[in-house]
């Protein structure tokens, strides 16, 4: 790799990055590629993919599938939370669910050592419902 593709990958990373963080909800690869060509950025699509994964990878961006199609948050530090998700929009919310030690228990009392989890709830947001009415 040139330093030019350097600084271009390090550039187009940048963007991705900004644009996800001023979502507060989960986006589309395709979505996301859109607003950037609209805004001027010139991302292929294949690299939004790749930036997405290795920043899903990297812990910094939560990957969700919803209907089939992967949707992605950059939700900040990393640590485990969970997702209320709207279906129609992507608008998210964080959530505690009831216990995260009935997790453990429910596991244990079958012999199992829990190595993850995940835990998504879905539905329409407010706004999203008031249409769908
Ligand atoms: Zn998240
Ligand atoms: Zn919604
Ligand atoms: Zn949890």
């Known amino acids: 790799m040139t330093a030019a593709t350097g600084v271009r990958r390090t550039a187009q990373k940048a963007a991705i990055r900004q644009a996800l963080d001023g979502k507060d909800g989960f986006t589309s690869a395709q979505q996301l590629h859109a607003e950037l060509e609209a805004g001027g950025d010139r991302v292929g699509l294949a690299t939004v993919y790749r ?74 947001c407010a706004d999203c419902a008031r249409i769908a009415r």
Do not use: M
Request: charged letters at 20%; glycine letters at 10%.
């Open 51 to 124: 930036q997405l994964n290795a920043l899903t990878a990297a812990g910094l961006v939560d990957a969700i599938t919803v209907e089939g199609e992967q949707l992605y948050k950059a939700c900040g530090d990393g640590a485990h939370h969970h997702h209320l998700v709207c279906e129609n929009c992507g608008k998210s919310d964080e959530i505690d669910p009831p216990s995260e030690e009935w997790i453990q228990a429910a596991a244990a009392a079958r012999g199992y050592t829990v190595t993850r989890h995940v835990f998504e709830v879905f539905g329409l």
